[in-house]
C-alpha cells in the first residue's frame, strides 16, 4: 500500500487567498484526521471523519477552515481566505482501529 | 482541558547508551499511550502503544507506564544516531479500537557518535 497520500506538499499562498489541502487515505481505513502542526502549539487535532461522516471539528480554529470528505478515498481541508497565522504543517491521518498512520504532510506558508 | 506534557529538550545522549523519555499526562481517562518518532521535515510514525501498567518491550524500546502516577516513558537502549528525533507522546481514552489522540509537544533527542 502507498500509505496516506497528501497534496500538495508544498503550499505558499498569499494573504487573503484560497488553500485547499488533499488526502487520500490507506485504503480500507474508516477513520480520517486532519492535524495541524506548529512549533509553539505542537500537533493538533482539527477535525475527524468515521466512514465519511464528520465526527468531531471542534478543533478547527475558525469558520475559515472547513473539510470534506465525499468519499473513502478523498478528503480535502479549505481554508479560506488564508491567514499569516495560518501557516503550519498540516497533516493527514487514516486508521483502522487505534493506530494512526500519518501522511507525508503539507506544509502551507501564507505570506 | 487534557494535556500531555513533555519536556521540549534537547535530550542529549551518547552512542550506545540508554535514553529515557518522559511523558504526564492529566486526563485520567486515558487508557492507551503511544510513542511516535518524528525526524525532522518528516511525519510522525508510530514506534510502539502501551494499555496496561508495567514495562512493554519490542527491540531496543521499552514502554513504560504508571496510570497512578499518570506517567509514561520510552526508553532506547544501545542508542544510535539514527535514533536522533523528537519523540511524540500520546494518549487515547480508548483502550482498544478507535478514540482521538492528545500529543504532547514532543522530547528532541541527540545521539552522538
Known amino acids: 500500500d502507498a500509505g496516506v497520500i497528501q497534496s500538495p506538499r508544498h503550499e505558499v499562498t498569499e494573504m487573503g487567498q484560497e488553500v485547499t489541502l488533499r488526502c487520500k487515505p490507506i485504503?480500507?481505513?474508516?477513520?480520517l484526521f486532519w492535524y495541524r502542526q506548529t512549533m509553539m502549539r505542537g500537533l493538533e487535532l482539527l477535525i475527524y471523519?468515521?466512514?465519511?461522516?464528520?465526527?468531531?471539528d471542534s478543533g478547527m480554529p475558525e469558520d475559515r477552515f472547513s473539510a470534506k470528505m465525499p468519499n473513502a478515498s478523498f478528503s480535502t481541508l479549505k481554508i479560506q481566505p488564508s491567514e499569516p497565522r495560518d501557516s503550519a504543517v498540516y497533516f493527514c491521518?487514516?486508521?483502522?482501529?487505534?493506530?494512526?498512520?500519518f501522511g507525508p504532510g503539507t506544509r502551507l506558508t501564507v505570506l | 482541558q487534557k494535556e500531555v506534557e513533555q519536556n521540549s529538550g534537547p535530550l542529549s545522549v551518547p552512542e550506545g547508551a540508554i535514553a529515557s523519555l518522559n511523558c504526564t499526562y492529566s486526563?485520567?481517562?486515558?487508557?492507551?499511550f503511544f510513542w511516535y518518532r518524528q525526524y525532522s521535515g518528516k511525519s510522525p510514525e508510530l514506534i510502539m502503544f502501551?494499555?496496561?501498567?508495567g514495562d512493554k518491550e519490542d527491540g531496543r524500546f521499552t514502554a513504560q507506564l504508571n496510570k497512578a502516577s499518570q506517567y509514561v516513558s520510552l526508553l532506547i537502549r544501545d542508542s544510535q544516531p539514527s535514533d536522533s528525533a523528537t519523540y511524540l507522546c500520546a494518549a487515547s481514552r480508548s483502550n482498544s479500537g478507535y478514540s482521538t489522540l492528545t500529543f504532547g509537544k514532543g522530547t528532541m533527542l541527540l545521539v552522538s557518535p
Open positions: 486526563d485520567r481517562g486515558s487508557q492507551s
Open positions: 502501551i494499555y496496561s501498567n
Open positions: 485504503s480500507g481505513h474508516d477513520y
Open positions: 491521518a487514516s486508521s483502522r482501529g487505534g493506530v494512526k498512520f
Open positions: 471523519f468515521n466512514n465519511n461522516v464528520p465526527i468531531d
